[in-house]
């Protein structure tokens, strides 16, 4: 057999990225259609960012003062958005470690599909339901008060990166889901991380009024920049002097992370078995 | 059927000297396989015998540590992409989405092919009728019993027409009806000139449905041949009878020692003594009545039967083939022989190898 050293059929370069996208899309319409037809799966992640906007707003909104124009619901939008994204990647990582343990992604592996389609088309499919999710919590907003005061193009610029936001967080997840495996270590284990990172930061309380070992933290945090600059982008005026310090870090930040947990995620993949 | 340049007059799948291990677990410590194009190779053994890590070597989901293995001409770790686009792999765990109707499944693994769309729809369709799932082909799988999962799994399997399929304990958990259903489905495949590596922990399938049997433990390949040639190999037929005075055993087994080949097995729990009758069955039978009498041991339902591949597997491993079967889910309850690891080291440790 030595004449068949040679790979009997070789796709070109061109061929392979078309059928890597083609793979991507089936892929990704599966995970939705799989969304869309689980009630409690879309309740969860509909009604509860809804739920959190409403309780923040409402019952913590009054206690909390903030040095923002337009008063706390202003300032707790684009927190409650940005963790809201954060959050969203739990489906990544539960539904990853559920493929993996039911031998899904065994199948899939043994087929001749590109090998980065899974999870592509993973993070595709949530990115998809995150962006639904930022869009009913805009809704929400909307109805409790709070305006975009700076203009349509900051807006957009504000969704986009809370986006990117939730992607990034979603490599993390996806590896963490891989590399664990399972579904109940992962739910516990992203809750473990997933809660600090969102609540000690800018998100939902000014960092002042944190400890100030806390404080160092929450000022540290990637969260704390993104949210800060999200907040600038959808409020402007008095905010816009603080939008480029923050989303430069912000950046940096979010490519050391896909830099660092996007190979660790491909490699937890093609280990995962 | 055209074959690609003399591709054809090699098995369809070739396996030399397979290992691996995980760890301190030597899974694999050098199997030998050959499956002839269009064949059923029934792979046999216990949970842990590391069938299911042959089974993901060959297609292409772990790397081996040693050995080579080819399907279909191409060894799966330099060409695992063109091992990919040959075989199909059906699992014990139904690898469908359940959430989705049984056409949606198969049409999102036509895509996945790369067929076009009215061939990923006629495809479909075409697996759904063969599989009796027409009827339900617009319901969620959720809605599907056991078995229609399964065969809707094995369709899922066979969308990129596959020259070679792996079949990783087909009916594992299945009902007794549902497994016969699967039996058909696996025949029809098989008519059809399909290869097919079969995986199995029930004597009875690979009895039913392979034209050739491995038997696998720990490992090793420790027999290979046909049903009937295992079968001889543990030499003519079986005396079995149960006694239903545990306390009695011994005796029965004292007074039939002396007959046929081999030491008698005994299984406390049930009281089931049989033992090889040897050349001549009637003659072995006619002594046993005696000396079963003169002991004044009571039996019940004393017979000569054919063995089974159960018997082989006792012979061969000194154990009964359901007995490691640690994770449970109630499925070897019937068939389960306790207290009788050890007392029967019939000396068949041998490795054979299982290659032509």
């Not at chain 1, 936001?165 to 495996?181: P, Q, S």
């Not at chain 2, 090889?276 to 069955?281: E, I, K, P, R, T």
């Not at chain 2, 449970?328 to 000396?347: H, N, Q, T, V």
């Amino acid at each position: 057999m030595t004449a068949m050293t040679q790979p009997a059929w070789a796709p070109g370069l061109g061929a392979r990225i078309r059928w890597g996208v083609s793979d991507t899309l089936t892929l990704t319409r599966r995970s939705l259609l799989v969304w869309l037809r689980t009630p409690a799966y879309l309740v969860f992640t509909v009604i509860q960012p809804v739920m959190f906007v409403l309780l923040f707003r409402f019952v913590f909104g009054g206690a909390i003062p903030v040095a923002v124009q337009g008063g706390y619901t202003e300032f707790l939008l684009p927190g409650i958005i940005a963790q809201t994204a954060a959050f969203a990647t739990f489906g990544t990582a539960i539904v990853l470690a559920q493929e993996l343990k039911k031998g899904v992604i065994d199948r899939l592996k043994s087929m001749p599909i590109a090998r980065s389609a899974v999870l592509t088309g993973r993070l595709t499919a949530d990115t998809g339901r995150m962006l639904v999710t930022i869009l009913i919590i805009v809704g929400v907003g909307y109805a409790v008060g709070f305006r975009f005061l700076n203009g349509f193009g900051p807006a957009l610029a504000m969704v986009v990166l809370a986006t990117v936001f939730g992607v990034a967080i979603a490599c993390i997840a996806a590896f963490t889901g891989l590399a664990i495996g399972d579904e109940e270590s992962v739910q516990a284990f992203g809750l473990i991380w997933l809660f600090p990172l969102t609540f000690v930061s800018s998100a939902f309380v000014p960092i002042a009024t944190m400890p100030g070992w806390l404080q160092a933290f929450a000022n540290h945090n990637p969260v704390t920049f993104v949210v800060n600059a999200m907040r600038a982008m959808a409020i402007g005026g008095p905010l816009e002097p603080t939008l480029w310090p923050n989303l430069w870090r912000s950046v940096i930040w979010l490519a050391g992370i896909f830099v660092v947990f996007l190979p660790l995620a491909v490699r937890a993949y093609k280990r995962a078995s | 059927m055209s074959q690609v340049n003399g591709v054809g007059e090699q098995p369809a799948i070739l396996v030399e000297g397979l290992t691996k291990s995980f760890g301190e677990v030597h899974a694999l410590r050098g199997i030998d396989l050959s499956v002839p194009r269009g064949t059923v190779l029934g792979v046999l053994g216990p949970n842990g015998a590391g069938k299911t890590t042959a089974v993901r070597i060959l297609t292409t989901l772990l790397l081996p540590d040693g050995g080579r293995a080819v399907v279909e001409g191409h060894d799966v770790v330099r060409e695992a992409a063109a091992v990919r686009r040959s075989i199909g792999l059906a699992g014990q765990s139904a690898a469908i989405q359940e959430e989705l109707t049984g056409r949606e499944n198969l049409q999102i693994i036509g895509r996945l092919y790369h067929l076009s769309r009215p061939e990923t729809r006629s495809r479909a369709a075409e697996l759904l009728e063969q599989f009796g799932l027409s009827d339900a082909a617009d319901r969620t799988a959720k809605t599907y019993s056991g078995g229609m999962q399964r065969r809707l799994d094995l369709a899922a399997s066979l969308v990129g027409r596959p020259h070679v399929l792996f079949l990783d304990e087909p009916t594992t958990g299945l009902d007794p009806r549902a497994r016969l259903g699967m039996w058909d489905v696996i025949r029809s495949l098989a008519a059809g000139g399909t290869t097919l590596l079969l995986t199995t922990q029930y004597l009875d399938e690979a009895d039913e449905l392979a034209d050739e049997i491995v038997v696998i433990d720990h490992g090793l390949v420790i027999a290979a041949g046909t049903s009937e040639e295992l079968k001889n190999r543990i030499g003519g037929d079986v005396i079995e009878f149960t006694v239903p005075d545990r306390s009695q055993i011994a005796d029965a087994v004292k007074a039939i020692a002396p007959i046929g080949e081999g030491e008698p097995h005994a299984d406390l729990e049930t009281g089931v003594v049989s033992v090889g009758a040897g050349g001549n069955g009637s003659d072995a039978l006619i002594e046993a009545v005696r000396g079963l009498d003169a002991a004044g041991v009571v039996t019940r339902g004393l017979a000569l039967r054919r063995p089974s591949l159960d018997d082989v597997f006792m012979a061969l491993t000194g154990h009964a083939a359901e007995e490691e079967l640690v994770k449970g889910d109630g499925e070897a309850g019937g068939g389960r022989r306790r207290g009788s690891r050890g007392r029967r080291r019939a000396g068949d440790e041998e490795t054979v190898r299982a290659a032509s």
